[in-house]
């Protein structure tokens, strides 16, 4: 590795992953590196990444962007959760959402109280404790008279990266429009400089690869080896279309499982995002597609775009001076849209271990151990929802119930089956009340749970119980309709 200081940052491509580097990078360490973007109007990016998650915000706040200006720029919508339809069994459906459920204790957490009360009668559903999932049945929204409730967006990942963009130039970031025909090394094998096809040569001290699947720099360059996962997460396609608006945007994400994958349905202020996500070896690209077309609703505004990929993670996201982000670094899948999580999470690690001073093994190494765990433990949440099912009705869905799972996600299973128990790491991204909904939702019935809550009075747990639904329902009664409050607050000028 190459001991200099690192006085000038080198962005390999633009897209959201890029832009998203460049606008923490400007906002937080501008006065102290010089940042460089480099990208070509002829490269496509991927760009269907239009469901969010909440910690999007705190990004947002850290640098400082005004929500409002963003989500008229990109024409988001507000987003509580995510339905999920077919996956447990067909007729099947339950909200994963944002935010708490319920009330813990100290020794217990909520699921237990719950399931302490259906065993004395109360016979409420799990997501009626939630404010989130009764918010999203009802379509309603608001920021200001929704209490504690938690929320990210739904957005046009196009316009996001071309807002990002305007953010970073404003604040000194360089873009050079280019192509790169050459990655060329120092002895040492570091990267030294990117040659464009117009001739012009860009040195640097750090690269960041945001060149898509293609991995130009950590793959194609510096070699990096992948791990696949596609034994684990055996979709390897998805196919991409918009269409026209035909009811009022929902606070939802929506997921509906088919027999070779699963089709996703996200409403903008604009438009609808439709997509279907599938393994080729149950299913080909013209079936794919024509049960998308199939399966949507209003004016088809684009022609299907096919998009193939590979699960999986490169073994080191930082090899030498390279650090990969974005879809270079490794992809899960869009189920519980996580990638431009990813991104914003990778970006910040590495400034938070920045290398001033050059280089060295143990902050690349801190870098790969944090962000190998991170993305194994959204790996694991994934897959959950595929492996817990009792479909049977299709070999894609034959194999991912029979398949052996990894140790890590096989324990957290076994705990909740068995005990009612699920956990949160430190650092992890899915909260415990993330794992419940999801476990439940698909079917995984606790044997048994904490009994701290038998020691309550009958009626004592019942009066409870029902005032934390009772609570929340009037919360959701006082909430505007979100459609109307997007309106009022967020209003597109392109939307009529």
């Not at 071309?162 to 040492?188: A, C, D």
């Not at 934390?468 to 000028?493: G, M, N, W």
Request: proline share 3%; with cysteine.
């Amino acid at each position: 590795m190459q001991n200099n200081k690192v006085k000038k940052v080198v962005i390999a491509g633009g897209g959201t992953a890029g832009w998203v580097a460049a606008a923490a990078l400007s906002k937080q360490l501008g006065k102290l590196v010089d940042v460089v973007l480099i990208e070509s109007e002829k490269i496509g990016t991927v760009g269907v990444g239009e469901a969010t998650i909440p910690p999007m915000r705190v990004f947002h706040s850290l640098l400082g962007i005004d929500e409002q200006e963003f989500m008229r720029s990109t024409e988001a919508t507000f987003k509580l959760g995510i339905l999920f339809k077919n996956w447990g069994q067909i007729g099947d459906h339950y909200i994963h959402p944002f935010g708490t459920t319920g009330q813990k204790s100290f020794l217990a957490d909520f699921q237990h109280f719950w399931l302490h009360g259906k065993n004395k009668g109360v016979n409420a559903e799990f997501g009626e404790y939630s404010l989130e999932v009764q918010a999203a049945k009802a379509n309603k929204f608001a920021t200001s008279k929704s209490g504690s409730i938690n929320y990210a967006y739904h957005l046009d990942a196009t316009r996001y990266a071309q807002y990002l963009r305007k953010f970073s130039e404003k604040l000194g970031v360089t873009r050079v429009e280019g192509k790169i025909q050459q990655v060329q090394q120092h002895p040492s094998g570091d990267i030294k400089s990117l040659l464009l096809e117009s001739g012009e040569l860009i040195e640097g001290d750090l690269f960041i690869d945001c060149t898509g699947f293609a991995g130009l720099l950590i793959d194609k360059t510096l070699k990096t080896e992948y791990e696949d996962w596609s034994h684990w997460l055996p979709c390897n396609s998805a196919i991409a279309v918009q269409t026209e608006s035909i009811e009022p945007a929902k606070p939802l994400v929506t997921c509906t499982a088919h027999q070779a994958g699963w089709q996703w349905h996200i409403p903008l202020q604009h438009r609808v995002g439709n997509g279907n996500v599938f393994c080729s070896d149950f299913m080909t690209d013209e079936a794919a597609k024509q049960h998308l077309l199939d399966n949507v609703q209003g004016e088809v505004l684009t022609d299907p775009r096919v998009i193939k990929y590979k699960t999986g993670r490169r073994k080191v996201f930082w090899n030498k001076n390279c650090v990969a982000l974005g879809l270079s670094s490794g992809f899960v899948e869009p189920l519980e849209s996580t990638s431009i999580y990813l991104f914003m999470s990778g970006i910040i690690r590495l400034m938070k271990i920045f290398p001033f001073a050059g280089i060295n093994q143990s902050a690349t190494d801190e870098y790969n151990q944090q962000s190998i765990a991170e993305i194994e433990n959204v790996r694991d949440f994934i897959i959950l929802h595929y492996h817990a099912t009792s479909r049977e009705d299709s070999e894609f869905w034959r194999y991912c119930k029979n398949m052996k799972v990894p140790d890590s996600l096989s324990h957290r299973i076994e705990l909740f089956k068995e005990n009612g128990l699920a956990f949160q790491e430190i650092q992890e991204l899915f909260r415990l009340e993330s794992w419940t909904h999801v476990m439940l939702g698909q079917g995984i019935t606790p044997k048994s749970y904490h009994k701290i809550f038998s020691t309550m009075p009958d009626q004592e747990l019942t009066a409870h119980l029902q005032g934390i639904r009772t609570k929340i329902t009037q919360v959701v009664e006082k909430l505007p309709d979100h459609a109307k409050f997007v309106t009022q607050y967020c209003k597109s000028d392109r939307v009529s």
